[in-house]
């Protein structure tokens, strides 16, 4: 009996509550991957609030596990309690990406795109002015988050919150695993050290032996003077007699 009366109490206090989930989208080439190690995708939550005017504005809200069971839809976008830059320290959830729900029609059209990269703003992740920054997320999570629906500063209607996502986070050199040889990170890394210095000797060998080959040439190409000739000169006389001289 208590179970049939929640969905009359949530009528009651104006917020209409839906099942639907917020999960993640199938990874695409064009957004370059499913999770990144400060962001992920969602798909957009389109034909879930079909009763609401298209003048609502649909708030994507992120939240640490532990804020869930006692988030309060009551705390407003860009509150101190709800802003990005103060996450996940002494704010536990901030609001994001809102829009109104024309822009999450039930029609998609043929090859659009129809998800949200969450976290893909750096230009404002320290601008304290801009609270609802969709800023990269700051470390690994895990993080839950839903769609919140407000009319002006009202909550109407909200979805379920997403299963826990986690992030990529970067891994250690050490645990680097091996191609199928069995060797070790350590072994690659001493490998390849070993490869490059083996190259820098072969080319200084090379460049040695050009040099030396250069100055062999240059050594037979030399050529001593010539001693001088010296040749001696002879007057030469006629092998036959002079005619007399005429008186």
């Excluded at 649909?58 to 009551?74: C, E, G, H, Q, R």
């Excluded at 002494?90 to 795109?113: G, W």
């Excluded at 379920?160 to 695993?177: E, G, H, N, V, Y």
Aim: charged fraction near 15%; glycine fraction near 6%.
């Amino acid at each position: 009996m208590f179970l049939l009366l929640l969905p009359l109490l949530a009528m009651a206090h104006g917020l209409d509550e839906r099942l639907y989930k917020p999960k993640l989208s199938t990874a695409s080439p064009t957004l370059g991957g499913l999770t990144t190690s400060s962001t992920f995708t969602l798909e957009q939550p389109r034909c879930v609030f079909t009763n609401l005017q298209d003048d609502i504005v649909i708030w994507l809200v992120v939240a640490v596990p532990k804020a869930v069971p006692n988030f309060k839809n009551s705390v407003m976008p860009g509150s101190p309690e709800r802003a990005f830059q103060k996450f996940p320290t002494s704010a536990l959830a901030y609001m994001t990406l809102n829009t109104t729900l024309l822009n999450y029609p039930c029609h998609k059209p043929p090859r659009e795109i129809t998800v949200l990269r969450v976290g893909s703003e750096t230009s404002c992740a320290k601008d304290n002015t801009r609270p609802t920054c969709n800023g990269p997320l700051p470390g690994p999570g895990p993080y839950q988050v839903k769609f919140l629906a407000l009319n002006d500063s009202n909550p109407v209607a909200e979805t379920a919150w997403s299963d826990p996502i986690t992030l990529k986070t970067a891994r250690q050199f050490s645990s680097i695993p091996t191609t199928g040889s069995g060797h070790s990170a350590g072994m690659i890394a001493l490998t390849s050290i070993l490869s490059i210095l083996f190259a820098i000797l072969l080319a200084g060998l090379v460049a040695m032996l050009v040099f030396c080959g250069s100055n062999a040439y240059g050594g037979s190409s030399s050529f001593s003077k010539p001693e001088a000739v010296t040749v001696q000169r002879y007057n030469t006389h006629h092998v036959y007699d002079q005619p007399a001289a005429r008186l």
